[in-house]
């Protein structure tokens, strides 16, 4: 019963010698995925803080292009409404100088006055 006894002790330390570092090393592993665990969910958080930062950035784009495409369509109208403008001014100072030259024809006001005098 002895020799059973130093036996069975003899088993148990040669059972633990071998269950030790399995053990040391499933902890380590355990430990490695709790780390790995808790970048993946840095990570992720990093992630989806990206992806909200896209989309405010694509919806400031999307406005400021829209924004521009706006004013570009105001700038053109008024370049039409200056380019129009300023046929008018032609157009006008032609007809100034048209009656210009006609009345240059005609006698001066007090040329006539003095002649009905």
Same mark, same amino acid.
């Given at each position: 019963?002895?020799?059973?006894?130093?036996?069975?002790?003899?088993?148990?330390?040669?059972?633990?010698?071998?269950?030790?570092?399995? *053990?040391?090393?499933?902890?380590?592993? @355990? /430990?490695?995925?709790?780390?790995? $665990?808790?970048?993946? %969910?840095?990570? !992720? *958080?990093?992630?989806?803080?990206?992806? @909200? /930062?896209?989309?405010?950035?694509? $919806?400031?784009?999307? %406005?400021?292009? !829209?924004?521009?495409?706006?004013?570009?369509?105001?700038?053109?109208?008024?370049?039409?409404?200056?380019?129009?403008?300023?046929?008018?001014?032609?157009?006008?100072?032609?007809?100034?100088?048209?009656?210009?030259?006609?009345?240059?024809?005609?006698?001066?006001?007090?040329?006539?006055?003095?002649?009905?005098?």
């Amino acid at each position: 019963s002895r020799g059973k006894k130093t036996q069975a002790v003899n088993e148990l330390r040669e059972a633990q010698a071998v269950i030790q570092p399995l *053990a040391e090393k499933h902890n380590m592993l @355990k /430990e490695k995925l709790e780390l790995s $665990r808790t970048r993946y %969910k840095s990570m !992720e *958080a990093t992630v989806e803080r990206a992806k @909200k /930062e896209l989309d405010k950035q694509f $919806r400031k784009h999307n %406005k400021f292009e !829209e924004e521009i495409d706006n004013e570009t369509g105001n700038l053109t109208a008024i370049e039409s409404m200056q380019r129009n403008a300023q046929r008018r001014i032609e157009s006008d100072r032609e007809r100034v100088e048209e009656l210009e030259a006609a009345m240059a024809r005609f006698p001066e006001i007090s040329d006539v006055e003095k002649r009905k005098r």
